[in-house]
């Protein structure tokens, strides 16, 4: 591992989930749980001859940020894809839960304990969702996490973090889109359907998922900033991230309800009159809505430094 | 008329099933406590409403496989949408909402009727973000779950992949009709599986009768604790069903939430031998929190 000051500007997308992980939180701070030397491989993969990862390609520890308490989980997408198995899943489900009763005692026993004392949990998706050779195992691991995005609020905020090379896709795109904050960078992608299944539901004139703009356009950071998917969009550094969820830390719990966008009946009501509107414009490309939202040249605006984007993009307000 | 007796699948039969599972002629559709759906065009591939079931009411949610939604023509054949997957979740908070003085015994129950293919694969789905929706529905069923409300997922035809987690595995408890009944739980098809992890499929269906954690079907699901109880007849499914949301209320009454939901599918997933390493690996992860959780309180250095 090379020293946590030299990971500070390094790409987060190009990093790996150790890195990220280590890196997000003080130099120093984190403790891994369930890491490499427990070698808690899958089973699975090995009944079926495949090789195996000693983390099952989930890193999950603590750290700290200041004085916020850092649950972590960081998802790595150059094993299988970062898919979700037993394994990597119930990490997940562990992390969540261990997050949950660490917020718990601390509310019981320091009640006088400081905004940013109390923890957060960040996760950084790089994953297509299930993995396939344990198909039904993963899928039950995504119910379960979901589950306990669910406990975990009002207790401790759940911070979604995409800006990884696979993106966030299938089951765990609805998990990271149920989280309280999503941060991405203009390089991450949050979608439930990859592109290529798109392009074999609907044909290649309506979606061709080889072109690599159309694909950003309609998942990437930029994107779903203007639809108010993603709450902040940051450099392309684990620096960037890291100062974001430093900010976070120090956001008063009771806020982070305010930055969701689902997971209550007003928040229902909407999102279905962007459905509605989606309904409506029936649109060919993301551009049509950002054009919609306000953006005169929405062309120029996606090929703008991101500096440029960020000070001069409309969000939808629909 | 077909009667029970002749009906060899319920696939695609989702509003037959209704009529199967719950009390003659009680179900009311488009109405759920004090909200009603008015719109005829507004997601029609899903079906919600309010049964009665052995005298009390019920909210039923359930898919519509021969509805097609003209707005998003990715939605036909029970592919749960955006319109569908937020009808959903509306049906469920105005359940929460219509219970929201009663005490938790009282809670009205939930029964999901399943027979689902997927969410719905478009590009303006992916622009305005179909995983919203669908996260939408699985977090309104979560609250109603600890809330206390019974639910229950009568899988009838296809429980597949991120629709069956949209709609069914944020359930109390999960039951499927047996696979003869043409049943489907899956993430995919071996066959797919097949030419993705590249196993012959022989292969694969001889690994599968020692593992279960990557065929196809039910009974593979009940071994991974995902599916409660195989039902065995399509007369059976309405005795069933009472007797879980009976059982499922009973739990919650004795605070045992623990056994119920996504949570209590793990423990029984590791009692039937089907995941056995989950509870050791979230137990291992809490023990070295232990470990080291003093150092992360308020004040530590």
Do not use: F, V, Y
């Given at each position: 591992m090379s020293n946590w000051s030299a990971l500070q500007n390094r790409s987060f997308l190009e990093s790996n989930a150790r890195a990220r992980a280590v890196g997000l939180v003080d130099e120093g701070s984190f403790t891994e749980f369930v890491g490499p030397f427990d070698r808690r491989t899958s089973p699975h993969l090995e009944v079926l001859g495949e090789a195996v990862e000693f983390d099952d390609g989930i890193v999950t520890g603590i750290g700290k940020i200041g004085k916020t308490p850092v649950f972590m989980i960081s998802q790595e997408g150059r094993f299988i894809g970062g898919a979700v198995g037993e394994v990597g899943g119930a990490k997940m489900v562990g992390a969540l839960k261990a997050a949950r009763a660490f917020a718990e005692k601390i509310a019981k026993d320091f009640p006088k304990a400081k905004e940013e004392e109390k923890p957060i949990v960040v996760i950084s998706f790089e994953t297509g969702g299930v993995r396939l050779h344990e198909a039904n195992a993963g899928l039950l691991a995504h119910a379960e996490v979901m589950d306990q995005f669910q406990r975990c609020r009002g207790i401790v905020p759940v911070v979604s973090v995409i800006g990884s090379k696979v993106g966030c896709f299938g089951g765990m795109g609805f998990v990271a889109a149920a989280a309280d904050v999503v941060v991405m960078s203009e390089f991450g992608r949050l979608g439930l359907t990859g592109p290529e299944v798109i392009e074999q539901e609907m044909g290649k004139e309506e979606f061709d998922s080889a072109d690599r703009g159309l694909v950003f356009r309609t998942t990437g950071g930029r994107h779903k900033y203007i639809m108010g998917d993603c709450n902040f969009l940051v450099d392309d550094t684990i620096a960037a991230f890291r100062k974001q969820l430093a900010e976070l830390g120090k956001t008063p719990r009771a806020k982070f309800a305010e930055f969701r966008r689902i997971g209550s009946p007003e928040l229902v009501e909407k999102q279905l009159k962007r459905v509605a509107l989606a309904a409506e414009m029936q649109p060919k490309d993301a551009r049509d809505v950002w054009a919609k939202a306000g953006n005169a040249d929405p062309a120029a605006l996606g090929n703008a430094p991101l500096d440029d984007f960020r000070k001069a993009v409309k969000r939808l307000t629909v | 008329m077909e009667t029970m007796e002749d009906m060899e699948t319920l696939l695609g039969q989702g509003r037959q099933a209704i009529g199967l599972i719950f009390d003659p002629d009680s179900f009311t559709e488009n109405k759920v406590g004090a909200k009603t759906f008015d719109d005829p065009d507004f997601g029609p591939g899903a079906v919600v409403g309010t049964a009665e079931l052995d005298g009390k009411p019920v909210t039923v949610i359930a898919n519509d496989a021969d509805a097609f939604n003209e707005k998003f023509p990715v939605v036909y054949a029970g592919v749960i949408g955006m319109e569908e997957a937020y009808k959903m979740a509306q049906a469920v908070y105005a359940t929460v909402a219509a219970d929201a003085a009663k005490p938790k015994a009282e809670k009205q129950a939930i029964v999901l009727v399943v027979d689902t293919p997927g969410n719905g694969p478009g590009k303006t789905e992916e622009i305005f973000g179909m995983n919203k929706a669908t996260g939408a529905y699985q977090l309104a069923l979560a609250e109603a779950r600890i809330a206390g409300h019974p639910i229950v997922a009568m899988v009838i035809g296809r429980a597949i992949s991120g629709a069956f987690l949209c709609h069914?595995?944020?359930?109390?408890q999960i039951l499927s009709l047996d696979a003869k009944f043409g049943t489907m739980i899956h993430v995919m098809p071996l066959t797919s599986i097949s030419r993705i992890v590249k196993k012959d499929i022989e292969v694969l269906e001889k690994l599968a009768e020692g593992n279960p954690v990557f065929a196809a079907g039910p009974q593979f699901f009940y071994r991974l604790g995902g599916v409660e109880e195989i039902v065995p007849t399509i007369e059976a499914m309405r005795a069933t069903v009472i007797a879980h949301v009976a059982e499922v209320r009973g739990r919650k009454a004795n605070g045992e939430d623990d056994t119920l939901g996504p949570w209590g599918r793990g423990a029984l997933g590791a009692e039937r031998g089907g995941r056995t390493v989950r509870p050791e690996v979230i137990a291992l992860l809490e023990k070295e929190l232990d470990a080291v959780a003093s150092k992360y309180l308020p004040g530590a250095a």
């Open positions: - | 069914g595995l944020q359930a109390d």
